[in-house]
């Protein structure tokens, strides 16, 4: 999470694969990120650079999900691109849920690939979930995923508390669901809700 120039810009990303290499993968993503953002580009503009990087410094068939929202508290208003990400989920105070569509090509594979940026009000009884796919797919011990329905269930039981208390409702889901059973993803999620002015 990055402030400059007034607006708050994110990125959640996930990077195909595990060790070393993924790991200096996610070090290069994340540098690169912290300076594009620095030179005022919008998601779009900041997704489409990060794929040209990694196409042309990582190997073929390594890729990465991500998604980047940007908020401007001036007009609060809320941009997002999505590349391949599992798709957030803006909750309303009343608990009605619904999910962010419109992603793109995943990062790394292809460098011609366009990244659509799209733009919506955000108001602050609202509140946006991103998550890795580590929350959704944690499997019990008879191999179902918890699930972005889960997921929503948790998120509309809980809309009207704080996103702390959002997020400690979602553990405590998922923790029941699995049991017994080792996770084997890592598991981010984020909650975003404007301030009230």
Same mark, same amino acid.
């Given at each position: 999470?990055?402030?400059?120039? !007034?607006?708050?810009?994110?990125?959640?990303?996930?990077?195909? @694969?595990? !060790?070393?290499?993924?790991?200096?993968?996610? =070090?290069?993503?994340? =540098?690169?990120?912290?300076?594009?953002?620095?030179? $005022?580009?919008? *998601?779009? @503009?900041?997704?489409?650079?990060?794929?040209?990087?990694?196409?042309?410094?990582?190997?073929? $068939? /390594?890729?990465?999900? =991500?998604?980047?929202?940007?908020?401007?508290?001036?007009?609060?208003?809320?941009?997002?691109?999505?590349? &391949?990400?599992?798709? *957030?989920?803006?909750?309303?105070?009343? @608990?009605?849920?619904?999910?962010? &569509?419109? @992603? /793109?090509?995943?990062?790394?594979?292809?460098?011609?690939?366009?990244?659509?940026?799209?733009?919506?009000?955000?108001? *602050?009884?609202?509140?946006?979930?991103?998550? /890795?796919?580590?929350?959704?797919? =944690?499997?019990?011990?008879? $191999?179902?995923?918890? !699930?972005?329905?889960?997921?929503?269930?948790?998120?509309?039981?809980?809309?009207?508390?704080? *996103?702390?208390?959002?997020?400690?409702?979602?553990?405590?889901?998922?923790?029941?669901?699995? !049991?017994?059973?080792?996770?084997?993803?890592?598991?981010?999620?984020?909650?975003?809700?404007?301030?009230?002015?």
């Amino acid at each position: 999470v990055v402030e400059h120039a !007034g607006k708050v810009v994110c990125i959640i990303a996930d990077v195909c @694969g595990k !060790g070393i290499a993924a790991s200096l993968m996610m =070090a290069h993503l994340h =540098a690169a990120f912290h300076l594009l953002v620095r030179t $005022g580009a919008t *998601p779009s @503009g900041i997704m489409t650079e990060l794929n040209r990087l990694l196409v042309e410094h990582t190997d073929i $068939g /390594s890729f990465v999900t =991500a998604i980047i929202v940007q908020y401007d508290p001036v007009t609060r208003t809320l941009s997002y691109c999505n590349a &391949g990400h599992p798709r *957030p989920i803006l909750v309303s105070a009343s @608990g009605d849920c619904a999910t962010l &569509g419109e @992603g /793109s090509l995943v990062l790394g594979v292809l460098d011609t690939a366009v990244y659509t940026e799209h733009t919506l009000d955000i108001l *602050p009884s609202q509140t946006l979930c991103l998550y /890795s796919d580590g929350i959704t797919e =944690a499997v019990n011990n008879c $191999g179902e995923e918890f !699930g972005t329905e889960r997921l929503s269930d948790v998120l509309a039981r809980t809309a009207d508390q704080q *996103p702390h208390s959002m997020l400690e409702a979602v553990c405590q889901a998922i923790a029941h669901h699995v !049991g017994s059973t080792t996770l084997n993803d890592d598991r981010t999620i984020v909650f975003f809700r404007p301030r009230t002015l």
